[in-house]
Nanobody, 122 residues
């Protein structure tokens, strides 16, 4: 059974940093794209970042967030710097089931974590 488990969310002041982790179990995702999405109350789910042999970022986080992965640990990370109140959302980790370039579309991801709350206060 595949599981993705996020951790590292919390409450931080604007300008601060957080590092999210997503540990996968049940199979290896080292050859598959993994990504982060977020959803704020009343808004659609938004692409944040994804990684395989390349990285992709949503426009709103470019230059502030960095995605990385440790294949030995089957874990993907999201380093979030210069956080803004508008970054407040539930952050979800996701994994694709095909060996292609990382997608920005949530429907192309087959596996999802339960989400972790990130709250940025002003």
């Amino acid at each position: 059974q595949v599981q993705l488990v996020e951790s590292g969310g919390g409450l931080v002041q604007a300008g601060g940093s957080l590092r999210l982790s997503c540990a996968a179990s049940g199979r290896s995702f080292s050859s598959y794209p993994m990504g982060w999405f977020r959803q704020a109350p009343g808004k659609e789910r938004e692409f944040v970042a994804a990684i395989s042999g390349m990285t992709r970022y949503g426009d709103s986080v470019k230059g502030r967030f960095t995605i990385s992965r440790d294949n030995a640990k089957n874990t993907v990370y999201l380093q979030m710097n210069s956080l803004k109140p508008e970054d407040t959302a539930v952050y979800y980790c996701a994994a694709m089931n095909t060996k292609v370039v990382p997608s920005t579309r949530d429907y192309e991801y087959s596996y999802w974590g339960q989400g972790t709350q990130v709250t940025v206060s002003s």
